[in-house]
């Protein structure tokens, strides 16, 4: 399974990557509006700094809600970097938007994902990524790993190339849960895959070890 951190802090991304696990980032207008980035210039300069630290796929999010103004934004983000995937909103100008760049060989991530109705779309259209919103799905009492687990089903009876990338992961089980479904790709924020490192008997079994060291080295 891939890794990806979803955040646009500089500092949490090289962290990730200097832990030699990272596979991508993922960012969307509000992380962005969290990291006091606004305006194009500055939105595009820092996808420019991301993909220098990161060694993978950067999720860069349209904000047209038209074909022709996302395809206009798309180009101009995929031109960016090679790394640049573009972020699309599962809408119906969205869904023709990433058969257009399907076309033209430019990656996709389909985002706001919540129904696997959603997800087939996605698909048929020929996108790179799909972007299920586990956390938000859980916020309102509904089974997001559910989800993931019937568009695993529908991809694989089809063959769809089409990768499920786990969205709104919250902490650690998400990411375990999503591992033993099967999904592709996961992106949460750097707590969660931190907190994969976290075991008190490793914590234990290491000062035990460190302390008989010290006995017979004296
Ligand atoms: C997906 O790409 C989104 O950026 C993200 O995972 C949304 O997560 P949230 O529900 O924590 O905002």
């Known amino acids: 399974m891939k890794f990806f951190i979803d955040t646009a802090n500089l500092d949490e991304i090289a962290e990730a990557q200097a832990l030699g696990v990272l596979d991508g980032v993922t960012t969307n ?13 500055n939105i595009l300069a820092h996808y420019q700094k991301i993909c220098d630290i990161v060694d993978g796929d950067v999720s860069a999010e349209v904000i047209s809600t038209d074909f022709e103004g996302m395809v206009k934004e798309g180009e101009a983000l995929a031109a960016l970097h090679p790394q640049i995937v573009v972020k699309l909103p599962l809408i119906a100008d969205g869904i023709k938007a990433c058969k257009y760049f399907s076309d033209k060989g430019i990656r996709t991530n389909v985002t706001l994902v919540f129904s696997a109705g959603q997800a087939l779309l996605a698909a048929k259209a020929g996108a790179t990524y799909v972007s299920p919103f586990l956390g938000r799905l859980d916020d309102i009492s509904t089974d997001g790993l559910n989800l993931i687990a019937e568009i695993r089903q529908i991809y694989d009876n089809y063959g769809f190339e089409t990768q499920i990338l786990s969205a709104s992961i919250r902490h650690t089980m998400h990411v375990i849960d999503c591992a033993k479904i099967g999904s592709d790709v996961m992106t949460g924020p750097l707590s969660s895959i931190t907190g994969l490192l976290k075991h008190p008997l490793t914590d234990i079994g290491l000062a035990k ?6 006995k017979g080295n004296q």
Do not use: N, Q, V
């Not at 207008?29 to 210039?41: C, D, F, H, V």
């Open 29 to 41: 207008p509000s992380l962005m509006a969290k990291e006091g980035i606004t305006g194009e210039a």
């Open 209 to 214: 070890f460190l302390e008989d060291y010290k």
